[in-house]
């Protein structure tokens, strides 16, 4: 590792730190921890949601039709995004006590033992409203879990990489997203084309939960090794990347926090319109092979990394707001015919798929921390977090419930409409942020 300070004020933020000289934790090494740690949340995060789509709703829900049943599973599956920024409260809290080692060590395991336990959740044929109760707070336990498992890397990166290749930085943690859903997928394919539909439901599903829980054992120890490294505990002390009080936080930078979560908010609510609403649409009105859809999404996410890892170098060419903002201008364009591709048989859903993955690549890129300067050092590492977490839960927590449900009520042309809010509320949201930063 190198000997050299990688960001310019992180030398001499105090008189003890200008008198020691400590090793520097290299951006490569943070990325490595970075992408490691996303891969595993991402790949917990598309199992279950692939399997809300088309497993759960005849598992947990058959007193229902399937629409009805793929609605309650799309709620439960909201759970997780509404626990979240509880958890990551509670996270800064154990971590204020105990450090950032034990905070991480408690929501993995939280995390994969809620995952692993989703796998023993017995059908409403055996046990009843008692199994549908134990997948909520299971998926409640998830949600918290992963709200728990901030560890500012990506702060960390961001700041620690060199000014003029931030946008590159940026982009690749958000890989971690396209990683895990092609493995997710990629099981999921598998399974419905080498089982029964019988096997499947009865017992095929819950292996991805399992290896679900493998990743969390591996992305621990991996994350583990980092954050413990005495160069990682200097720099992060040195740049002030520590839990801050939330009511602090809101009073002092409150408005940042809703600014960076609406800013976010088209790549959000693209996210699950090409992923998880697809799978439903397909299975309720399609008679298209469910793994050769899931193949084509894997192709979809292979594009989507791509988008990702052009997204950073556009954002170093023009700025990372500026590539957020034409991103928007981009997924509103495809919201217009959006809803005619996805009703026009296999071939318009193929091009749905593809250009919203390759849309949803080029936005979610720069999606993460793109305005989080705005919190400068003190108040950045809990900023992050708590945006983050209220753009997940206001533009990606309901998408699928929403989107099924206003597609199958009103027709696919709402879909096209709630891209669109979504474009609009992020070219708002930054345009806001222009006339605060430029005022401040």
Same mark, same amino acid.
């Given at each position: 590792m190198?000997?050299?300070?990688l960001h310019?004020?992180a030398?001499?933020?105090?008189?003890?730190?200008?008198n020691?000289a400590?090793?520097?934790?290299?951006?490569?090494?943070?990325a490595v921890?970075v992408?490691?740690g996303?891969?595993s949340e991402?790949?917990?995060?598309?199992v279950?949601g692939?399997?809300?789509a088309?497993?759960?709703?005849?598992?947990?829900f058959p007193f229902v039709?399937?629409?009805?049943?793929t609605l309650?599973?799309?709620a +439960?599956?909201?759970?997780?995004?509404v626990a979240r920024?509880?958890?990551?409260?509670a996270?800064?809290w154990?971590?204020?006590r105990?450090g950032?080692?034990?905070?991480l060590?408690?929501a993995?395991?939280?995390l994969?033992?809620a995952?692993a336990g989703?796998?023993?959740?017995p059908?409403y044929?055996?046990?009843?409203?008692?199994a549908?109760?134990?997948?909520?707070?299971?998926?409640?336990l998830?949600?918290?879990?992963l709200g728990?498992s901030?560890d500012?890397?990506?702060?960390?990166?961001?700041?620690?990489?060199?000014k003029?290749?931030?946008?590159?930085?940026?982009m690749?943690?958000? #890989?971690g997203?396209p990683?895990?859903?092609?493995v997710?997928?990629?099981?999921?394919?598998?399974l419905?084309?080498?089982?029964?539909?019988a096997?499947l #439901?009865a017992? =095929?599903?819950?292996?991805?939960?399992?290896v679900?829980?493998?990743l969390?054992?591996v992305a621990l120890?991996a994350?583990?090794?980092?954050?413990?490294?005495?160069e990682y505990q200097?720099?992060m002390g040195s740049?002030?990347?520590?839990?801050?009080?939330?009511a602090?936080?809101?009073r002092?930078?409150?408005r940042?926090?809703v600014?960076g979560?609406?800013?976010?908010?088209?790549?959000y609510a693209?996210?699950h +319109?090409?992923t998880?609403?697809?799978l439903?649409? +397909?299975?309720l009105?399609?008679?298209?092979?469910?793994p050769a859809?899931l193949?084509l999404q894997?192709v =979809?996410?292979?594009i989507?990394a791509?988008?990702i890892?052009?997204?950073?170098y556009i954002?170093?060419q023009v700025g990372?707001?500026?590539? #957020?903002?034409?991103?928007?201008?981009?997924?509103?364009?495809y919201?217009?015919?959006?809803p005619t591709l996805?009703?026009?048989g296999?071939?318009?859903?193929a091009?749905?798929i593809?250009?919203?993955?390759?849309l949803?690549?080029?936005s979610?890129?720069?999606a993460?921390?793109?305005?989080?300067?705005?919190?400068g050092?003190?108040y950045r590492?809990?900023g992050?977090?708590l945006t983050a977490?209220l753009a997940?839960?206001?533009?990606?927590?309901f998408?699928p419930?929403v989107?099924l449900?206003l597609?199958?009520?009103f027709?696919?042309v709402w879909?096209?409409?709630?891209l669109?809010?979504?474009?609009?509320?992020?070219?708002i949201?930054?345009?806001?942020?222009?006339?605060?930063r430029y005022?401040?």
């Amino acid at each position: 590792m190198s000997a050299r300070p990688l960001h310019p004020d992180a030398s001499l933020s105090s008189h003890d730190h200008g008198n020691r000289a400590h090793d520097s934790v290299a951006p490569g090494e943070i990325a490595v921890g970075v992408v490691v740690g996303r891969t595993s949340e991402y790949f917990d995060f598309f199992v279950y949601g692939i399997a809300s789509a088309l497993v759960f709703p005849a598992v947990f829900f058959p007193f229902v039709d399937q629409l009805q049943g793929t609605l309650y599973a799309f709620a +439960i599956f909201a759970l997780a995004f509404v626990a979240r920024p509880v958890g990551t409260v509670a996270g800064m809290w154990i971590q204020q006590r105990w450090g950032i080692a034990t905070k991480l060590t408690v929501a993995l395991f939280l995390l994969g033992t809620a995952t692993a336990g989703i796998a023993f959740v017995p059908g409403y044929e055996r046990l009843g409203v008692a199994a549908i109760a134990l997948l909520a707070g299971f998926r409640v336990l998830q949600g918290i879990a992963l709200g728990g498992s901030w560890d500012g890397l990506p702060s960390l990166l961001a700041l620690n990489a060199p000014k003029e290749r931030r946008g590159w930085y940026a982009m690749l943690g958000q #890989l971690g997203a396209p990683v895990g859903f092609i493995v997710a997928a990629g099981v999921f394919a598998f399974l419905y084309a080498n089982l029964s539909e019988a096997d499947l #439901l009865a017992w =095929g599903w819950r292996y991805p939960f399992f290896v679900a829980f493998a990743l969390n054992v591996v992305a621990l120890f991996a994350r583990l090794r980092l954050v413990v490294a005495e160069e990682y505990q200097d720099e992060m002390g040195s740049l002030e990347l520590q839990p801050t009080p939330v009511a602090e936080l809101y009073r002092e930078k409150g408005r940042h926090v809703v600014i960076g979560a609406f800013a976010a908010l088209a790549s959000y609510a693209m996210f699950h +319109i090409v992923t998880i609403f697809p799978l439903s649409w +397909i299975l309720l009105h399609s008679e298209q092979s469910i793994p050769a859809f899931l193949v084509l999404q894997v192709v =979809g996410a292979f594009i989507a990394a791509a988008g990702i890892v052009a997204s950073g170098y556009i954002a170093d060419q023009v700025g990372r707001a500026k590539t #957020l903002g034409g991103t928007a201008v981009g997924i509103a364009m495809y919201s217009g015919f959006a809803p005619t591709l996805l009703g026009a048989g296999e071939g318009g859903q193929a091009v749905f798929i593809l250009l919203g993955f390759l849309l949803l690549g080029l936005s979610y890129g720069q999606a993460a921390g793109a305005v989080t300067a705005n919190f400068g050092q003190r108040y950045r590492y809990t900023g992050a977090a708590l945006t983050a977490d209220l753009a997940w839960l206001i533009g990606a927590a309901f998408a699928p419930l929403v989107a099924l449900w206003l597609a199958s009520t009103f027709g696919v042309v709402w879909i096209g409409a709630y891209l669109l809010s979504g474009a609009v509320c992020t070219l708002i949201a930054l345009g806001i942020n222009r006339r605060l930063r430029y005022r401040s």
